[in-house]
Antibody, heavy 123, light 108 residues
Framework: QVHLVESGGGVAQPGRSLRLSCAAS????????MHWVRRAPGQGLEWVAF????????YYADSVKGRFTISRDNSKNILYLHMNSLRTEDTAVYYC????????????????WGRGTVVTVSS | SYELTQPPSVSVSPGQTARITCSGD??????AYWYQQKTGQAPVLVIY???ERPSGIPERFSGSSSGTTVTLTISGVQAEDEADYYC???????????FGGGTKLTVL
């Protein structure tokens, strides 16, 4: 069965850093592009970042560009989101998600989602 | 910047048909995807590539496309369909993913 399990969320002060992890199982992780998507309280879904299956391409939303870094370890089946210079508006549930198609370097849609991890940025 | 526009809310009675629209300039060139998100749960893909239905999604969910608008149709709405629905697409180069603002479906 395909599973994505996020971890690493918590409370951080503005300006500090956090690293989220997503453990993948039940599929060939190294063959799929991956995304991070978030939902802030009272808001809708917001795409955060994408990484291609081969780590060659990373794309970011304007709201996080220069502060967040998406990465992956295909030998450990883990996706990461390194979040620096956190702001109160980064408070959200962060979801790890799998792109629909194998072997893509451009984003499409998402067919598998984790249950999310909560990040709260507050002083 | 590229935007996808959805109505904030749609209300229907059980058994009726709900239609949720999503408009965006790039939709004639890029596929749309639809997600259902119930309170406290992760989103679920209900339609991909404008009109394809993933396995396990009930047949009452369908999608269509016309020009700059895509539509999610739920026929014979059931109480369990009450949720937030989001359309999603990408820019022309596939480097930027965009979600619509979401539509809250209320089953009266």
């Amino acid at each position: 069965q395909v599973h994505l399990v996020e971890s690493g969320g918590g409370v951080a002060q503005p300006g500090r850093s956090l690293r989220l992890s997503c453990a993948a199982s039940g599929f060939t992780f190294s063959s799929y592009a991956m995304h991070w998507v978030r939902r802030a309280p009272g808001q809708g879904l917001e795409w955060v970042a994408f990484i291609s299956y081969d780590v060659g391409k990373q794309y970011y939303a304007d709201s996080v560009k220069g502060r967040f870094t998406i990465s992956r370890d295909n030998s450990k089946n883990i996706l990461y989101l390194h979040m620096n210079s956190l702001r109160t508006e980064d408070t959200a549930v962060y979801y790890c998600a799998r792109d629909l198609y194998e072997g893509v370097v451009a984003a499409t849609g998402v067919d598998v989602w984790g249950r999310g991890t909560v990040v709260t940025v507050s002083s | 910047s590229y935007e996808l526009t959805q109505p904030p809310s749609v209300s229907v009675s059980p058994g009726q048909t709900a239609r949720i629209t999503c408009s965006g300039d790039a939709l004639p060139k890029q596929y749309a995807y639809w997600y259902q998100q119930k309170t406290g749960q992760a989103p679920v893909l209900v339609i991909y590539k404008d009109s394809e239905r993933p396995s396990g999604i009930p047949e009452r969910f369908s999608g269509s496309s016309s020009g700059t608008t895509v539509t999610l149709t739920i026929s014979g709405v059931q109480a369990e369909d009450e949720a937030d629905y989001y359309c999603q697409s990408v820019d022309s180069s596939g480097t930027y993913v965009i979600f619509g603002g979401g539509t809250k479906l209320t089953v009266l």
